[in-house]
């Protein structure tokens, strides 16, 4: 946890942690489906290897899997977010020169972007379990496979994403605390310099923190269902399908949502294109 949390106070830092996540994804899977699901380690490769490898294998292995998957979810989620992002700039641009003929533009744009990503929050615990068990880049584009596995995994596609809105609150509140500094450290405005940095920095460890912490708890609950789900061999109906898929799509609606109050409160442009929920184990 440490470890995992120092990694995550950088967005560099934090492709390693990515990493990481990634490999106890694809232990997790394959303990529950009797494979070896050998320990994962920061630093350390697997024993009887070279002494080059053992040394540094666990490192270099994290690193290729973080940039893999770091690429892979930049690949699916940057059509939304890139047009979230226009559209928050569209509405910004046209209420301060006062373009009220366009003043639909950027709504509009959301909304359209927001239908965009729905579909796609709601399987991608899937396709990150499907990419970390089957270790092949293509994994994350084979929809049809994450098609197969979601509908195996029933019911519990929605209890995923009731745990995955739930983790929104918190780094909501991350976007918040900057705002409100002085309610949780009074006389705030009146520090030095060098306090006000430490306070900073505080803030920065607790967002590193939770977002190591959720992210290992709501990576290793998606790598046991899919296990369960057992690679989508049972066949629920057309009808259960897509209730699964619309409560699941309703309840991620929370993560747009929450990421527009966000911006209110405190706005960051990177906020709309990284979310530890859909890219980077980093908080911002």
Not at 111 to 123: E, G
Not at 174 to 186: I, S, T
């Given at each position: 946890?440490?470890?995992?949390?120092?990694?995550?106070?950088t967005?560099?830092?934090s492709v390693?942690?990515?990493?990481?996540l990634?490999?106890v994804?694809?232990a997790?899977?394959?303990?529950?489906?009797?494979?070896?699901?050998?320990?994962?380690?920061?630093?350390?490769?697997?024993?009887g290897?070279?002494?080059?490898t053992?040394?540094?294998?666990?490192?270099?292995?994290?690193?290729?899997?973080?940039?893999?998957?770091?690429?892979?979810?930049?690949?699916?989620?940057?059509?939304?977010?890139?047009?979230w992002?226009g559209?928050?700039?569209a509405g910004w641009?046209n209420?301060f020169?006062?373009?009220?003929?366009?003043?639909?533009?950027g709504?509009?744009?959301?909304?359209?972007?927001t239908?965009?990503?729905?579909?796609?929050?709601?399987?991608?615990?899937?396709?990150?379990?499907?990419?970390?068990?089957e270790?092949?880049?293509?994994?994350?584009?084979?929809?049809?496979?994450?098609?197969?596995?979601?509908?195996?995994a029933?019911?519990?596609?929605?209890?995923l994403?009731?745990l995955?809105a739930?983790?929104?609150?918190?780094?909501?509140?991350l976007?918040?605390?900057?705002?409100?500094?002085e309610?949780f450290?009074?006389?705030f405005?009146t520090?030095?310099?060098?306090?006000?940095?430490q306070?900073?920095?505080?803030f920065?460890?607790?967002?590193?923190?939770l977002?190591?912490?959720?992210?290992l708890?709501?990576r290793q609950?998606?790598?046991?269902?899919?296990a369960?789900?057992?690679?989508?061999t049972?066949?629920?109906?057309?009808?259960?399908?897509?209730?699964?898929?619309m409560l699941?799509m309703l309840?991620?609606l929370a993560?747009?949502?929450?990421i527009?109050?966000?911006q209110?409160?405190?706005?960051?442009?990177?906020?709309?294109?990284?979310?530890?929920?859909?890219?980077?184990?980093?908080?911002?």
């Amino acid at each position: 946890m440490v470890v995992g949390t120092l990694l995550c106070l950088t967005p560099v830092t934090s492709v390693i942690a990515l990493g990481w996540l990634t490999r106890v994804m694809a232990a997790t899977i394959a303990r529950r489906t009797g494979g070896p699901g050998a320990p994962v380690g920061w630093l350390l490769g697997p024993r009887g290897q070279g002494a080059v490898t053992r040394l540094l294998g666990g490192l270099g292995a994290n690193i290729r899997a973080g940039v893999l998957t770091l690429a892979g979810l930049a690949l699916l989620t940057l059509p939304f977010t890139v047009a979230w992002l226009g559209a928050w700039w569209a509405g910004w641009e046209n209420s301060f020169n006062k373009g009220y003929e366009q003043a639909s533009v950027g709504p509009l744009a959301w909304a359209a972007a927001t239908a965009l990503a729905l579909p796609v929050l709601a399987h991608l615990p899937f396709a990150l379990a499907h990419w970390a068990h089957e270790g092949r880049f293509g994994a994350f584009f084979e929809v049809r496979r994450i098609r197969q596995i979601f509908a195996a995994a029933g019911w519990r596609t929605v209890w995923l994403a009731v745990l995955s809105a739930l983790a929104v609150v918190p780094f909501f509140g991350l976007r918040g605390l900057p705002v409100f500094v002085e309610g949780f450290v009074p006389g705030f405005a009146t520090m030095t310099p060098e306090a006000q940095a430490q306070v900073a920095q505080g803030f920065d460890l607790l967002g590193a923190a939770l977002a190591f912490g959720i992210l290992l708890f709501l990576r290793q609950r998606a790598a046991v269902i899919y296990a369960r789900a057992g690679g989508g061999t049972r066949a629920p109906s057309r009808t259960s399908r897509v209730l699964w898929l619309m409560l699941a799509m309703l309840i991620w609606l929370a993560l747009p949502v929450a990421i527009v109050f966000g911006q209110l409160l405190n706005y960051a442009p990177a906020l709309w294109l990284t979310h530890p929920l859909f890219l980077l184990p980093w908080a911002g």
